[in-house]
């Protein structure tokens, strides 16, 4: 598997490889010709009603993180474009929240390393 990195969408720089976007709603503010995505995986992001509980409450995260790997467990079809992607090179994950450190994307990429190695 190739590395998995995490940018914000607004700090977006060109990356190698594959890039995704892993929100279920688009960032405001970015328009669509303006980001060259390989794909958007609004299945991969966590439910309305997950992502609405959290409320990027730092302290909620710990428990964010264990119920959103439960929901990427029953829906793993939805990661297949990222594991195929991973198989050939690098992968990039975007997402919009303000916190670099207590989001989904944090936990989808640790979640794709665990289950590689």
Do not use: C
Not at 24 to 35: A, C, E, I, S, T
Not at 78 to 102: I, M
């Amino acid at each position: 598997m190739g590395p998995i990195t995490i940018q914000r969408v607004y700090d977006h720089q060109p990356a190698e490889g594959a890039v995704f976007l892993v929100d279920r709603m688009w960032p405001r503010g970015v328009r669509k010709d303006d980001l060259r995505l390989d794909g958007w995986l609004r299945d991969a992001a966590p439910s309305k009603e997950l992502r609405q509980w959290f409320g990027h409450r730092a302290e909620r995260f710990a428990e964010f993180a264990d119920r959103y790997r439960a929901e990427l467990d029953a829906g793993r079809e939805a990661l297949r474009p990222l594991l195929d992607a991973a198989t050939e090179g690098p992968v990039t994950l975007l997402y919009s929240a303000k916190d670099t450190e207590h989001n989904q994307a944090v936990v989808l990429r640790d979640y794709l390393l665990d289950r590689s190695g």
